[in-house]
């Protein structure tokens, strides 16, 4: 999957739906799996719900946070206001991953929409094995959180 190329995620949403937590679970998730990451935000304004950004570059040796203009391999974007401000920084074949990628009906608690969306992300990177996924999600939640966030991956993961 990765070799030596470098994978581009972003992550964005608005403050309160779990933008860093949704990218502290996957920069856990490469990292366990072996893989240099490299992490940085953008959250100046997540207090009154404004956008909240988060690039994750992982592979063999990555040297900066930042996704490059246009490199971004998987867009995705919690809340679909936030598609028009990102979108951009895909690369021509990059993968756009959105809320209606699930059925939010079948999700449980929406606050979960986080982990759900990591759950399609998870589809596109078969390399990363689903229990690496499973202890990042029970990493950052409490235990009375664990089952509810790995119903909602599991959700994500079948969406595909």
Request: proline share 4%.
């Amino acid at each position: 999957m990765v070799a030596d190329n470098i994978i581009n995620v972003i992550v964005a949403g608005i403050g309160g739906q779990g933008v860093l937590r949704a990218s502290d679970i996957f920069g856990q998730v490469v990292f366990a799996a072996g893989y240099d990451v490299k992490k940085s935000e953008v959250h100046g304004m997540s207090q009154r719900g404004g956008s909240v950004v988060s690039d994750i570059r992982f592979g063999k040796q990555v040297f900066s946070p930042m996704v490059p203009p246009e490199e971004c391999d998987y867009l995705v974007v919690l809340e679909e206001t936030q598609i028009e401000s990102n979108v951009h920084r895909l690369r021509p074949n990059g993968v756009l991953i959105k809320p209606d990628s699930i059925d939010l009906t079948k999700l449980r608690n929406k606050r979960s929409i986080n982990v759900a969306l990591l759950g399609v992300l998870s589809t596109y990177l078969p390399d990363l094995p689903e229990e690496l996924w499973l202890s990042a999600i029970r990493n950052n939640f409490a235990e009375k959180l664990h089952q509810i966030n790995e119903t909602a991956f599991r959700l994500g993961k079948s969406s595909r």
